[in-house]
């Protein structure tokens, strides 16, 4: 079975798989500007430790854009991710706090 997945190149669909009450292994992060190259530094090392532990990213450059944060809040909702990590803020804590996501926030 396995040498047929890889020969396909069969990739799992993460979403079924949350569907199924499994965790997807996708995270959230919002910065405010990824071409700060403070931002731009952190957004590496987080990758990089988020891959080393099987996860993916969903990178959302807020800028300073609290209408853009809201969109991305959903989009990462629908996206059923299983946490975010926020160093944009836009918006209040509560406001993420709506979604009933883990939350690691940060401020410059």
Avoid: W
Avoid at 19 to 48: C, H, R, W, Y
């Amino acid at each position: 079975m396995y040498a047929a997945m890889r020969e396909l190149n069969y990739q799992p669909n993460t979403l079924a798989r949350s569907l199924q009450g499994k965790q997807t292994k996708m995270i959230g992060v919002i910065m405010p500007s990824i071409t700060n190259p403070f931002f731009a530094e952190l957004v590496a090392a987080i990758e990089d430790k988020l891959e080393a532990d099987g996860y993916k990213m969903l990178l959302c450059d807020a800028g300073q854009d609290s209408d853009k944060e809201r969109r991305y809040l959903r989009m990462l909702e629908a996206n059923q991710v299983d946490g975010i990590i926020a160093g944009s803020h836009n918006l209040g804590i509560e406001e993420y706090q709506r979604y009933g996501l883990p939350i690691v926030s940060f401020d410059r």
